[in-house]
């Protein structure tokens, strides 16, 4: 989430070398926040490749932004 | 406590990944130092090319004739070439040491839209150089290197260190000046490529690699 907030469109390969994780982890994560609706994708042909590109919602942009403010609430309440 | 240590993780593990998807992190500091001892040794060759070519410059560097350039013109862009060429190689270097000593590769999605973003207002102003010089109009030509090196470095600054916009802003200013005051030219390119490359690559380097 926090590249893809930052970022307009985020390819597959790009996410799985900034996260460092497995085709398969950064897939089932992908697809889970997509039936969720908190990311979209979308398929493109660069030539003959295939490339998949995942741009977040704005759904899943302001949970997000609320997931941060509670982490910096909690964080001063203390 | 353990979870606010948590929190206070996590937070830092989003602003980081938020930096290193969006902006290019491999440049040094010390590649703006170099640039601009290049381009201090290189106003001083100038200084002196200029003086050969009997154009003289009274003690604060204000050029006392108006150009008639013909005779340095070739020397003078050898030279510009030459310094540019260098700071870009020293650059390239610094940057290359530094991502290797991050663990990260020098080419990325970052560093393409770094470089496009640079090139587009500095391969346009090199194109409109040209067209004063050949235009014969070469009173400009210092203020109009300041310019467009410092709108390329605004456009830049967002996808690397945000030290960039601010040099790019000083340039400008320092561009702007050179307009006003044409006979300083050289005073205002040495400060603009050699003083100032020289503060700001200091300033990162300390800040980001000390």
């Known amino acids: ?78 | 406590m353990d979870t606010n240590t948590k929190k206070i993780e996590d937070l830092k593990d989003i602003k980081s990944m938020m930096e290193r998807s969006s902006r290019f992190l491999s440049l040094s500091g010390l590649s703006g130092i170099s640039a601009g001892i290049f381009a201090l040794i290189g106003g001083f060759i100038a200084y002196f090319i200029m003086d050969m070519g009997k154009i003289k410059y009274d003690e604060h560097f204000y050029l006392l004739q108006p150009l008639p350039f013909e005779n340095v013109l070739l020397p003078l862009l050898i030279l510009g070439s030459s310094v540019l060429i260098l700071a870009l190689g020293s650059a390239l270097f610094f940057s290359m040491r530094k991502a290797r000593k991050q663990g990260m590769s020098l080419w990325g999605h970052t560093t393409r839209r770094l470089l496009t973003h640079l090139f587009i207002p500095l391969i346009t102003g090199g194109f409109f150089i040209l067209i004063l010089i050949d235009s014969n109009d070469v009173t400009l030509v210092a203020s109009a290197t300041l310019i467009f090196y410092g709108l390329a470095l605004v456009n830049a600054g967002k996808y690397t260190f945000g030290e960039v916009h601010y040099l790019g802003i000083s340039e400008i200013i320092l561009g702007i000046l050179a307009g006003i005051f044409v006979h300083y030219g050289l005073v205002f390119w040495v400060l603009g490529f050699g003083v100032l490359h020289i503060v700001y690559g200091s300033v990162m380097y300390f800040r980001y690699e000390r």
């Not at chain 1, 790009?14 to 969720?36: I, M, V």
């Not at chain 1, 908190?38 to 003959?48: D, L, S």
Request: proline residues 1%; aromatic residues 8%.
């Open chain 1, 1 to 78: 989430m926090s590249v893809l907030v930052v970022n307009e469109w985020v390819d597959f390969n790009t996410l799985k070398e900034l996260l460092d994780t497995t085709d398969g982890n950064l897939a089932s994560h992908l697809k889970a926040l997509e039936e969720k609706q908190f990311v979209k994708m979308k398929k493109q042909f660069i030539g003959r490749k295939p490339r998949t590109s995942y741009q977040v919602t704005e759904t899943g942009r302001s949970l997000f932004t609320l997931h941060i403010e509670a982490l910096e609430n909690l964080f001063s309440n203390q």
